[in-house]
């Protein structure tokens, strides 16, 4: 039989090689970013348009290359980084494997200008799919730009696998965020689509996290600092009461180098013990430097896992100094998620009558304050109300403390016979049917009631939208503005609209009818979270997202004491639904239990 192997040629072997190296555009993103900084750069500037997937540029201000290296970077395994093997256990640049810009070569339209210190002129090279197209002197600043403009255009099965704009630009700018938190010296800029998201001045650590995730950030971080001979560790963790519910800003940095490490997290989680709810993820920024020998980043293609020589030494040391550090602050075990339910606006009623109003001030208009028999009731000004009407209550008018529905509950027991149904133990609403009993839980039950109504209201687009008095502004960091804006229209028909949005604020002068005022910032920021954790699902929809986010924001919890009206309308509510038995998260909202059931239940 005659000889069928052969070697593929470069271009094809590069176009396989980038199958490894870039994923979606948040890959070109991070090689460049890490190129300039290897590079030496002190400023950095990221343009791209349309999520990465139309252009990519960086522009840096690092060494440049000269004519012939300029050619040469784009050649597979050509690297300035390594020489030889021993190399790979002394690393102490981001790039090492000099397959980086041959992959990007090979599925996307290239440019590259590039200047050396102190050369007159610079090179122009432009590739399209490995080919060179042009090689061209040109006169250009010192450092290295590079454009990377309609990428996988050659695969178009890469790009149709793309996802929305939305969700490739959250992974673009987690990327950008982990190198402009692993280097606080160096300036960056970040531009989508002409607008500015990130700018982000030389500065401190602490400085660099607070520019990165907004001015709330400050008070939250608790300083870490530890010098032992195996490690230095600094950075910050956030006190326990600002933890998270879902896992988001938790960062490792070792050597400069954003790792993710599920081993020593558990480090950084043990040292909360106690002073986390059940849960909940701290947030840390956390920079270890060890000695480069004493690591092998070589394990993983993408460089996010590291092995480590000493990891028990480095888990107890990481362990103690954040335990110590969080007893410095003297952060007390304050941690009440569960909010007091009396603060909390109570569940709206669909059908009901009990609509908010705004508060309501008496003036009693005999009032005469120099009399002096009324003078003293000047500072009683809720005196005239009767007993029991608790003063929270010219606040929120439908607020009734837990204590007075308890009483009206108590009262309603002894006319027993006429009721339908029955709370059990603040969780579970039991009600009689014809054929036997169901039992609701409360919460799933109303979720799937909110998310029918929202899904209804932002999809037929006639939400209805209550003005704000004055309209609210809040704060956020970029990011999160970016991505608000990217989902304005959608939240706009949600029955949001908004004023201004700033760099890092937006204000809002209108809300759902379904939303109280106290309740804006918190649905937001879990909606944002929301979307950021279904980046990876293929059948993302923001419309979907969106209203599962509002029903379980909003939905009353466990815990919550129903009146008999609120426990009818949820049982109603709950039927008019167009699919009531299982919760939008997929769980069951009720259960039944037929006579011929409860009669087993009593034959065994
Ligand atoms: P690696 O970073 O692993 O070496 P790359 O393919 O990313 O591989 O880059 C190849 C080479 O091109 C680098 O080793 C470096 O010498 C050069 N290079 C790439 N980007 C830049 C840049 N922004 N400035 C200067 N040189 C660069
Ligand atoms: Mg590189």
Same mark, same amino acid.
């Given at each position: 039989m005659s000889d069928i192997i052969q070697l593929l040629p470069d271009h094809v072997a590069n176009q396989i090689?980038?199958?490894e190296v870039v994923q979606r555009p948040a890959s070109v993103v991070k090689e460049l970013l890490e190129n300039a900084i290897d590079a030496g750069a002190t400023n950095i500037k990221l343009l791209l348009k349309d999520a990465g997937k139309t252009l990519i540029q960086v522009i840096d201000n690092g060494k440049g290359m000269s004519v012939t290296d300029a050619r040469m970077c784009f050649e597979r395994h050509a690297t300035s980084k390594i020489q030889k093997a021993e190399d790979l256990f002394n690393l102490c640049t981001k790039g090492f494997r000099g397959e980086a810009l041959a992959s990007i070569a090979a599925i996307a339209h290239v440019e590259l200008k590039t200047k050396e210190k102190n050369q007159e002129l610079g090179t122009c090279l432009k590739i399209e799919g490995s080919k060179v197209i042009s090689q061209d002197f040109i006169s250009t600043s010192e450092g290295t730009s590079l454009s990377v403009k309609n990428l996988f255009y050659n695969i178009p099965a890469r790009r149709n696998f793309l996802k929305s704009d939305t969700v490739e630009t959250r992974h673009i700018i987690d990327e950008f965020q982990r190198v402009a938190l692993a280097h606080p010296n160096i300036a960056f800029l970040l531009h989508h689509n002409n607008n500015e998201v990130y700018h982000l001045k030389e500065s401190n650590l602490r400085q660099r996290i607070v520019a990165v995730f907004g001015t709330k950030m400050n008070e939250k971080l608790v300083p870490i600092n530890e010098v032992t001979d195996i490690v230095t560790i600094e950075g910050f963790v956030a006190k326990p009461e600002f933890s998270k519910r879902k896992r988001g800003e938790q960062f490792f940095f070792v050597n400069d180098r954003f790792i993710k490490s599920s081993y020593l997290n558990h480090a950084v989680v043990s040292a909360f013990d106690g002073l986390l709810e059940n849960g909940a993820h701290p947030s840390y920024f956390l920079y270890l430097k060890v000695p480069t020998s004493s690591i092998d980043i070589n394990i993983h293609p993408t460089k996010t896992e590291i092995k480590f020589d000493n990891e028990k030494a480095l888990y107890a040391m990481l362990r103690a100094t954040i335990k110590h550090s969080l007893g410095q602050y003297n952060v007390a075990p304050v941690l009440d998620f569960n909010r007091d339910a009396n603060l909390d606006t109570p569940y709206h009623f669909k059908s009901n009558s009990k609509s908010t109003s705004a508060p309501k001030i008496t003036v009693d208009p005999d009032f005469n304050p120099f009399k002096e028999e009324q003078q003293k009731e000047i500072h009683f000004p809720f005196k005239r109300e009767k007993q029991t009407q608790s003063w929270e209550s010219l606040y929120t008018s439908t607020a009734i403390s837990d204590d007075e529905k308890q009483e009206e509950l108590f009262n309603n027991q002894q006319e027993v016979k006429t009721q339908k149904t029955f709370q059990i133990q603040r969780k579970y609403v039991l009600s009689s049917i014809k054929s036997g009993v169901v039992l609701i839980h409360q919460s799933l039950a109303h979720q799937r009631i909110l998310y029918e109504q929202f899904l209804e209201s932002i999809t037929v687009k006639e939400a209805n939208s209550q003005q704000l008095l004055f309209p609210v502004k809040i704060s956020f960091s970029s990011a999160e503005i970016e991505m608000i804006y990217t989902i304005k229209t959608e939240l706009e028909n949600a029955g949001f609209s908004f004023d201004e949005f700033t760099k890092d604020s937006v204000t809002i002068k209108g809300i759902p009818?379904?939303?109280?005022?106290?309740?804006?910032?918190?649905?937001? =920021?879990?909606?944002?979270?929301?979307?950021?954790?279904?980046v990876p699902d293929a059948s993302f929809s923001h419309?979907?997202?969106?209203a599962k986010s509002f029903a379980r924001t909003l939905s009353i919890k466990t815990g919550t004491l129903l009146m008999e009206k609120e426990q009818d309308a949820l049982v109603n509510d709950l039927f008019s639904c167009k =699919?009531?038995?299982i919760s939008p998260f997929g769980k069951a909202t009720f259960k039944t239990l037929t006579l011929h059931e409860i009669d087993n239940l009593f034959n065994s």
């Open positions: 090689a980038a199958g009818v379904s939303v109280t005022e106290s309740k804006i910032t918190i649905i937001l =920021e879990e909606l944002l979270n929301d979307i950021n954790l279904e419309f979907d997202v969106m =699919e009531p038995s």
